[in-house]
């Protein structure tokens, strides 16, 4: 699939004749009514199985791209879920879903790589990383062999470490390369607070950070019901005051809900198809959305060199800022761990361009 390229000149009926890429929009200069050609927004999502065609879903029931593109080595099942997803367009979105190739990259404004193993045979997010490893490495130099105007958007697992090789491999700005990160464990961890207190998930203010896996970081010092601290809500509501055993617990069924749901049905695909459509919302919107994503650690955090999820603000150029939440000693301490544990397996990978992975 091609586009074909904008001139500056181009009139209204050029615009919609050249490329069903572009619209139209007014020149906003002070006395102008010229119209001028831009750009609608478009999502490519790299990988056609579970987690990419329910991204793709999440995203045509959202309405926030106009246009989705599946990319897929095996092209007939891409073509599938493509006409699948068409006949939803009439009870959702007027959404153009489309398979196309490694091309379509250098004209999307967000680029999901979702391909990765199976879930259902490893025991953690950790393990078959080199063969993961060598297979994202594959895509995400063909992605950039067409010089993408986006950001890329990584979900395949073991996020963070991938995340970091993605940075590497790219050659892309490291505020342009994302990782879905533990935007999916803060949705379980806020959801399993608002149950607990009783309240909408909507007035919990609460983050995981560090690694999506084991040794994630549930930060219970700065979290918020109602804008007061957990301990502030229980005694505002004569909560009983087992706080510190049932937040252990808590956390730990946080960490441990994706395995679960992996032992249960083999795959978890709606929950990050969900949260990858949100992070996808707040760059096409420009929104300035404050998210648990991952990405390149800032050198002032003194973590290293490294990936791992903070909270961020996302806009339209991608990671805006890296936010510093306060933490108190025992998860200062558990971050720098989270970080070491990312850092021991990025060492294991080759991350030269011309490697194998």
């Known amino acids: 699939m091609t586009v074909a390229a904008t001139e500056p000149g181009l ?33 490519a999502v790299v990988g056609a199985g579970f987690v990419g065609s329910t991204t793709a879903y999440a995203l045509l029931l959202s309405g926030t791209a106009s246009e989705i593109v599946l990319i897929d080595r095996n092209k007939r099942r891409a073509e599938g879920h493509a006409h699948d997803l068409r006949d ?7 959404t153009r879903v489309v398979v ?11 680029i999901i790589l979702t391909a990765g193993l199976g879930q259902g045979s490893r025991k953690s997010r950790l393990e078959g990383l080199k063969e993961t490893a060598a297979m994202i490495k594959g895509l995400v130099l063909d992605v950039a062999r067409y010089n993408p105007r986006g950001i890329l958007l990584i979900a395949s697992n073991p996020v963070d470490v991938l995340t970091y090789a993605a940075w590497k491999w790219s050659g892309l700005p ?17 959801r399993r607070l608002a149950e607990k207190y009783g309240v909408s ?6 983050y995981i950070i560090g690694e999506h896996g084991d040794s994630q970081v549930p930060v219970i010092s700065s979290a918020r019901v109602a804008g007061m601290p957990l301990q502030g809500f229980c005694r ?6 087992d706080e510190e055993n049932s937040l252990d617990k808590i956390a730990t069924e946080t960490r441990a809900a994706g395995l679960e749901i992996i032992t249960a049905k083999g795959a978890t695909y709606f929950g990050i198809g969900a949260a990858l459509a949100r992070i996808v919302s707040a760059i096409l919107r420009n929104e300035h959305a404050v998210l648990a994503v991952s990405s390149l650690v800032p050198e002032s955090l003194g973590l290293g060199e490294v990936s791992l999820s903070l909270p961020s603000i996302i806009n339209r150029d991608g990671v805006a800022r890296v936010l510093s939440i306060p933490l108190d000693q025992a998860e200062k301490q558990a971050l ?14 080759d991350l030269t361009v011309g490697g194998k992975g």
């Open 11 to 43: 009139t209204q009926g050029d615009a919609r004749t050249v490329s069903p890429y572009f619209s139209v929009t007014h020149d906003h200069t002070p006395g102008s009514t010229r119209e001028l050609p831009s750009r609608v927004p478009r999502v």
């Open 88 to 94: 939803a367009e009439v009870f959702s979105h007027s």
């Open 100 to 110: 196309g190739d490694f091309g379509d990259c250098c004209t999307s404004d967000v």
């Open 174 to 190: 490291a505020s342009r390369v994302i990782g879905s990160g533990t935007s999916l464990d803060t949705s379980r961890f806020r």
């Open 201 to 206: 998930s909507d007035n919990v203010h609460a």
């Open 236 to 241: 505002e509501l004569a909560l009983p005051a």
């Open 336 to 349: 720098h761990q989270s970080a070491d544990v990312v850092k021991q397996h990025i060492a294991t990978l």
